[in-house]
């Protein structure tokens, strides 16, 4: 069975500080992997993902995520957090079937002043 | 504008009641997909679709039900055999040759009264 933990339901940085959201999953072969970003009482957008290919992907607002399959993680980060970068973060994987993504279950994102 | 569209935004259900969630699609995608998703958990498959007359049950599709009589809609159903529909419902699409990006719909809130 595969599955995705994100570490941290909740997450706190200063405007201008790295972010850091993390991702491990467990799988057999290496998936496909996704960040989606959600606003609240809003649809998720997709932010970046990773399929085949360089293993730093870069996605939209300045994110960026790395698959490390050695260490089966796909950590989100930005380096220097926007006030609008408030949100939940959804970490995913596929395993290039139709129907199965399986989801992290979050990491809110706060952002001070 | 193309996207998808969810309405209500908001629905209340009495007890022993069905209730329908609308989904519609303009981006011309052959899948479309449902999702439910809980305070602290990712989002977990109801059901979703290939083509039009045609759909397979996902992770959790008791007391849910779907049609797919038009490729720009995609209807569920929550009925009175879902004892906990309170949650966020998502709806999203793919198109084929690009299954693995899905864009997502704004939601709709089911409330049990």
């Known amino acids: 069975a595969q599955s995705v933990t994100q570490l941290g339901s909740h997450v706190s940085v200063s405007e201008g500080a790295l972010v850091l959201l993390r991702c491990n999953y467990s799988?057999?072969?290496?998936?496909?992997l996704f960040w989606y970003v959600q606003y609240p009482n809003q649809g998720l957008q997709l932010l970046l993902k990773y399929t085949t290919g360089a293993t730093l992907v870069k996605g939209i607002n300045g994110f960026e995520a790395e698959f490390k399959k050695s260490e089966t993680s796909f950590h989100l980060t930005k380096p220097s957090a926007h006030m609008s970068d408030a949100a939940e973060y959804f970490c995913?994987?596929?395993?290039?079937?139709?129907?199965?993504?399986?989801f992290g279950s979050g990491t809110k994102l706060n952002v001070k002043p | 504008d193309g996207g998808i569209t969810q309405s209500p935004k908001y629905l209340f259900r009495k007890e022993g009641q069905n209730v329908t969630l609308s989904c519609e699609q303009n981006?011309?995608?052959?899948?479309m997909y449902w999702y439910r998703q809980d305070p602290g958990q990712g989002l977990r498959l109801i059901y979703y679709s290939q083509i039009v007359n045609d759909f397979q049950k996902g992770d959790i599709a008791e007391g849910y039900s779907v049609s797919r009589e038009k490729k720009e809609s995609f209807p569920l159903t929550v009925t009175s055999a879902q004892k906990n529909p309170t949650a966020f419902y998502l709806c999203?699409?793919?198109?084929?040759?690009?299954?693995?990006?899905?864009?997502f719909g704004p939601g709709t809130r089911l409330l049990v009264l």
């Open positions: 799988s057999s072969v290496p998936p496909y």
């Open positions: 999203a699409s793919s198109k084929s040759g690009s299954w693995e990006t899905q864009y």
């Open positions: 981006l011309n995608h052959d899948a």
């Open positions: 995913a994987v596929s395993l290039y079937n139709f129907n199965k993504f399986y």
